[in-house]
């Protein structure tokens, strides 16, 4: 995430991710899905300004970007109540947390598509978490930061970080993984899919996969190496729950990409493309078959 101290707010532009793998290694008794993923940032952001205030009161005004509304906005998804924003309820942890006498104005704008596998709503959460500790001047550390992310939800701690890394246990333990340089389309289709939803459905892998040979194709620049190790084991009880992403499978195979699959639990699908220009053909081709939005970028190592 990019941070500016400004004299009255600390501003955040707050990136959103790629699984580029996810595997499921088994199911836990407490719900959740022991997993290894392999994120990576890309540039498509919300921005988050956050000015403390004297009063405790923490009040949030979430919107969507100008020109991301109108035509776009079934791709876009919905935003929830402001006190059923992770950004409040993650700003409000850290005041309970932390004894702060202090509240806050959040304002935060939103590029990044919601019920997308984008990590959007975690992003926003890390961003927020960064800006209080800096404008309360709480001065914790990142261990303890990421401590209380870990606890808002499993993305969230990746976001605290910085690049790329293999994330572990149910996503929140998290292993640097060395610089990623993709050129990337992404497309969000007009619905949304629920991550509690998709993992329900999933079953862990009989036999799971590792992540070393994608991270060794991705160290070479070998096409066929990343092609032949991308895996997303939450693609098929996705795909199970909306006919969109057997449709994006087959519009992106038809768009000449070197590889793609789905992100997260969904519903973006990503492409990887061979250069800026590629991407941006590839992006036209997909823009045209009105599938929802379409977004070509590239990683952020
Ligand atoms: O941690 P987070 O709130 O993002 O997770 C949302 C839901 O996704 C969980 O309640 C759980 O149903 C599912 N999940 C899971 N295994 C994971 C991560 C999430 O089953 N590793």
């Not at 996503?171 to 993709?182: A, D, S, T, V």
């Not at 590889?259 to 053909?281: D, K, M, P, T, V």
């Amino acid at each position: 995430m990019l941070v500016r101290i400004a004299a009255d707010r600390v501003e955040v532009q707050a990136p959103a991710k790629l699984n580029l793998f996810l595997e499921i290694l088994a199911k836990r008794p407490d719900g959740y899905h022991e997993i290894e993923t392999l994120m990576t940032r890309i540039g498509l952001y919300d921005s988050l300004a956050f000015r403390a205030t004297q009063s405790p009161e923490i009040q949030l005004d979430c919107r969507w970007a100008a020109g991301q509304r109108g035509h776009q906005q079934d791709s876009l998804g919905d935003l929830p109540p402001s006190e059923q924003n992770i950004v409040f309820k993650a700003a409000n942890l850290l005041q309970q947390r932390s004894g702060c006498g202090r509240g806050a104005e959040i304002c935060l704008v939103k590029r990044i598509p919601s019920a997308a596998g984008l990590g959007g709503a975690s992003s926003d959460a890390a961003a927020v978490l960064v800006a209080a500790n800096i404008a309360w001047e709480l001065n914790w550390s990142r261990e303890r930061l990421m401590r209380l992310a870990a606890e808002l939800g499993s993305d969230i701690p990746f976001f605290l970080g910085s690049g790329s890394a293999v994330c572990r246990g149910r996503g929140e333990q998290i292993e640097k993984n060395g610089p990623i340089h993709l050129h990337v389309v992404v497309v969000r289709p007009p619905v949304g899919l629920s991550t509690p939803e998709v993992y329900q459905r999933c079953r862990p892998a009989s036999t799971p996969i590792g992540v070393q040979k994608l991270q060794s194709g991705l160290r070479s620049g070998s096409w066929k190496d990343i092609k032949s190790a991308l895996v997303n084991r939450l693609e098929e009880p996705a795909s199970q729950l909306t006919p969109w992403i057997g449709r994006l499978r087959q519009e992106f195979e038809n768009a000449g990409c070197i590889a793609q699959q789905l992100s997260g639990s969904g519903s973006s699908y990503f492409g990887i493309c061979e250069n800026a220009r590629h991407a941006r053909r590839v992006a036209g081709r997909l823009r045209s078959k009105r599938i929802g939005m379409v977004t070509a970028t590239t990683t952020i190592g």
